[in-house]
């Protein structure tokens, strides 16, 4: 159970950080949904913490992902 959720850390850390990566070169779409993802990942990994320290993030995820699908096309 530790070793998945050490796992499950490692992977959202990943996500987030490629998905500043991304935002900051120029895909803000991808790099919210990449951000989004990583924060639903790194909330699902403390979901035996406080509840706060769950369902902050998870809200936080949840803004992100809708506000990144309603972000206009640029070109």
Partial sequence: MQLITSTFRIGSYSLICLGVLMGSIGYVRTGSLLIAVGTLGHALAAR??????????????????????ALPHGR
Wanted: proline fraction near 5%; avoid cysteine; aromatic fraction near 14%.
């Fill in 48 to 69: 035996n913490s406080r509840r706060i320290e769950f369902y902050l993030p998870v809200a936080i995820a949840v803004a992100l992902f809708v506000l990144a699908i």
